[in-house]
């Protein structure tokens, strides 16, 4: 079966130019108009990725964004942004957007994007889940199904970022890993020359959903001028 991708873009000739790129390379590919009915989608169909451009009549992207995140913390997000708008671009990856792309966009660089957080998002074998489980200061991780347990019994979905982070983290516990090294392994982008804002982003997101409340229930501490690494492991 393939991968289902809904375009939430206002602008015809952009939805359809994506359509058309993602239709020749074997996708399923719904689409969406204003943010109303992109989140209807979103929320209601059985879709794998979501398009999302940032400026949409009706409902804005950033709040289809948080009420994605709200109700389907685990559904891949890649932001549409305008060229120069950075301001929207930081409050997307802050809200958990998964990916973004600076319009105007050549469709290589879209389609590799799209295959590559549909790769990171990819359902874990059986045997995966079982080896994925770990106890750190009170909560229970699977990495492999993305969820955190906390010390209450609440159990969390990891949106897919914050799950790659605390997954790498977790692959090179012992040693603190930079900001630059995070854009680079997990991110998969160059990170010369980048902001590292993002990942501070990531972090603190990943903070919030991990109930890291002071530093004696803390999971992932930062290492001053070295970058982060997770608790118990300095």
Same mark, same amino acid.
């Given at each position: 079966?393939? /991968?289902? @991708?809904?375009? @939430?873009? &206002?602008?015809?000739? =952009?939805? !359809?130019?994506?359509r058309?790129?993602?239709?020749?390379t074997?996708?399923?590919?719904?689409e969406?108009g204003? *943010?109303?009915?992109g989140?209807?989608?979103?929320?209601s169909?059985?879709?794998?990725?979501?398009l999302?451009d =940032?400026?949409?009549?009706?409902i804005? *992207?950033?709040?289809?964004l948080?009420r994605v #995140?709200? %109700?389907?913390?685990?559904?891949?997000? =890649?932001?549409l942004?305008?060229?120069?708008?950075?301001?929207d671009?930081?409050?997307g990856?802050?809200? *958990?957007a998964?990916?973004?792309i600076?319009?105007?966009?050549?469709?290589?660089?879209?389609l590799?994007r799209?295959?590559?957080v549909?790769?990171?998002s !990819?359902?874990?074998?059986?045997a995966a889940?079982?080896?994925?489980?770990?106890?750190? /200061?009170?909560?229970?991780?699977?990495?492999?199904?993305? %969820?955190?347990?906390?010390?209450?019994?609440?159990?969390?979905?990891?949106?897919l970022?914050?799950?790659e982070?605390?997954g790498?983290?977790t692959?090179? #516990?012992?040693?603190?890993?930079?900001?630059?090294?995070?854009?680079? #392994?997990?991110?998969g982008i &160059?990170?010369r020359?980048?902001?590292t804002?993002?990942? &501070?982003m990531?972090v603190?997101r990943?903070r919030?959903?991990?109930?890291?409340?002071?530093?004696?229930h803390?999971? =992932?501490?930062? @290492?001053?001028?070295?970058?982060y690494?997770?608790? *118990?492991e300095?």
């Open positions: 079966m393939p /991968n289902r @991708v809904l375009i @939430v873009e &206002d602008d015809p000739s =952009i939805r !359809a130019g994506l058309d790129a993602l239709e020749l074997g996708y399923a590919v719904r969406a204003d *943010g109303r009915a989140l209807n989608g979103a929320l169909g059985e879709v794998d990725l979501v999302l =940032i400026m949409l009549p009706e804005d *992207g950033l709040h289809v948080e #995140r709200a %109700e389907k913390p685990g559904l891949p997000v =890649i932001c942004t305008a060229l120069g708008e950075q301001a671009r930081v409050r990856l802050k809200a *958990g998964d990916d973004y600076v319009k105007p966009f050549g469709l290589d660089e879209l590799a799209v295959e590559a549909l790769r990171r !990819a359902p874990p074998t059986p889940a079982s080896d994925g489980t770990f106890t750190l /200061n009170g909560r229970t991780i699977n990495l492999a199904r993305q %969820e955190v347990t906390l010390e209450s019994g609440e159990t969390r979905v990891l949106p970022r914050e799950a982070v605390l790498y983290l692959e090179h #516990r012992g040693r603190a890993i930079s900001r630059e090294e995070l854009l680079e #392994r997990v991110w &160059d990170p020359g980048m902001q804002r993002s990942v &501070d990531a603190a990943l919030d959903q991990l109930g890291d409340a002071g530093p004696e803390r999971v =992932i501490v930062t @290492v001053r001028g070295r970058g690494m997770l608790a *118990g300095a």
